[in-house]
């Protein structure tokens, strides 16, 4: 035997030892996170984390081996952990599929877990619809968008928002959630981290986890009204953080950061050479002072919107990113390669939808809102009163309450709702959405009422 098939029989062995560990490492993860569950704990602890990574720095100083890659392979660890302890997870989404499910055996559901206007698209979409044939929009297109659609999403958002952008700084994509998917998997590596405010929508997180990236948790709470400690995030960055992820007005809080601590936060940014990934679909709901992290004019941003809320058109899968026109590059490629192009019929319909007014949708979702927020008050939930988007994130105060346990049971009494769990360890959690009529919302409210009065 050569020296080098020596050293490769050597080399053979310690990949199957670490192989071997692994599947040992996961049972363990496997155990420890049904042992959770019975416990009713969520699946990520950062504190927890943190231990372990204080103790595999010591260990790289010890042995030798590069502390960035000890980290690295340490969060590759880490997410295979979560990845068998996340088998469950019951989000907004399996809510509604299941009562999707229930609607087609004949069961009447009120629909308060989906984040989903029930009113109409403007009536351009429906003249656009009819013209899309004719205007000849069938062909495959750029991957980037159309540039007329481009061009004028971008007047859009320069009137919108008061910054200055052009076509070269618009990716179009079908709903924020692919822009958000093609963010993340093109300007991240497996190993880096990305910081998520928590509760958060929940695709953030499990983009991460789909592309190999760390994902470390902010956790906030009703006490300090959903706003981050600074000193929190200056603590959670790592030299493999590369992201952090904002989401204002927020899903399911409707959160406004006040504007002092997002400086404070976009100042960190700029310090540590972030990204910041600011998903703004909520941004034609807004109940109080808002800006857009536009206004930063920072290079490293990444500002995703949405036909889907403003314009009532979540089945069309149209949205867009505004970012730097190397990031519209990256972002394209990977596009590209996924779906050649956003369908052109729909851009164009999503084109002419762009000239209509759409301020009446804003008002009836506020007044919505107020009539859960009332609701919600008089059946004594806690939660902080909304100051954007279309939800509340109300606590139930009721001991041992389980929410995944309730919104499914509530299903039977005919109103979905989204458990806390979804976006983060909040356990005794549910958001309710407020995108049915007033009356609708009024009878789904009363429902809950009943149900948690029954209900253990
Ligand atoms: N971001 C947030 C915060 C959301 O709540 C949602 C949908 N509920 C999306 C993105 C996805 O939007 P789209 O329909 O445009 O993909």
Redesign the pocket.
């Known amino acids: 035997m050569s020296d080098i098939d020596k050293l490769r029989d050597k080399i053979d062995k310690i990949t199957f030892d670490i192989l071997k560990l692994l599947k040992e490492r996961n049972d363990t993860a496997m155990e420890i996170g049904n042992l959770k569950n019975h416990l009713g704990l969520g699946v990520t602890n950062e504190q927890r984390e943190n231990q372990i990574r204080t103790k595999v720095i010591a260990l790289c100083k010890d042995i030798g081996l590069d502390e960035k890659t000890g980290l690295v392979a340490l969060n590759f660890l880490l997410n295979e952990s979560i990845k068998v302890q996340s088998t469950n997870k019951q989000t ?1 989404l399996s809510v509604f599929l299941k009562a999707k499910e229930m609607e087609r055996k004949g069961k009447k559901i009120i629909h308060m877990e ?3 206007p029930d009113f109409f698209p403007p009536k351009s979409v429906k003249t656009a619809l009819s013209e899309v044939y004719d205007m000849g929009y069938t062909k495959y297109g750029e991957s980037k968008g159309m540039a007329d659609f481009r061009e004028a999403l971008a007047s859009h958002v320069t009137k919108k928002f008061g910054v200055k952008v052009g076509p070269q700084n618009i990716l179009v994509s ?7 998917f093609l963010a993340i998997s093109t300007l991240l590596s497996p190993g880096n981290e990305i910081i998520v405010i928590e509760p ?2 929940p ?1 953030y997180r499990d983009n991460a986890l789909n592309s190999g990236i760390k994902v470390r948790t902010i956790h906030t709470s009703i006490e300090t009204r959903w706003e981050p400690d600074i000193e929190d995030i200056k603590n959670t960055i790592t030299p493999n953080t590369k992201m952090i992820v904002l ?1 204002y007005p ?2 399911p809080t409707g959160k406004i950061l006040p504007e002092k601590l997002l400086d404070q936060i976009m100042e960190i940014v700029k310090k540590n050479d972030l990204y910041v990934l600011s ?1 703004e ?2 941004a034609s709901y807004v109940y109080k002072t808002w800006k857009s992290i536009l206004s930063y004019e920072y290079a490293k941003s990444i500002v ?1 919107q ?4 403003s314009h009532a058109m ?1 089945g069309f ?3 867009y990113a505004i970012v730097a026109p190397d990031i519209v590059d990256r972002m394209a490629r990977l596009q590209a390669l996924a779906l050649t192009n956003v369908s052109e019929p729909i851009q164009y319909v999503a084109m002419k939808a762009l000239e209509s007014d759409t301020t009446d949708n804003t008002k009836a979702i506020k007044s919505r809102l107020e009539v859960v927020v009332r609701r919600a008050r008089e059946m004594g939930l806690e939660f902080i009163e909304p100051d954007g ?1 279309m939800y509340i994130f109300a606590h139930v105060r009721k001991p041992q309450f389980d929410s995944i346990e309730f919104t499914n049971k509530l299903l039977d009494y005919g109103v979905a709702i989204a458990p806390g769990e979804g976006f983060g360890n909040y356990q005794g959690f549910v958001r309710i959405s407020a995108c049915q009529p007033e009356e609708t919302l009024n009878q789904g409210m009363q429902i809950i009422e009943e149900a948690m009065r029954k209900e253990k």
Do not use: L
């Open positions: 907004h989906v984040g989903e079908p709903g924020a959630r692919f822009s958000v958060a929508w695709a989401n927020n899903n998903d679909i909520y995703t949405s036909f889907s809320k979540t899968r149209i949205g988007a």
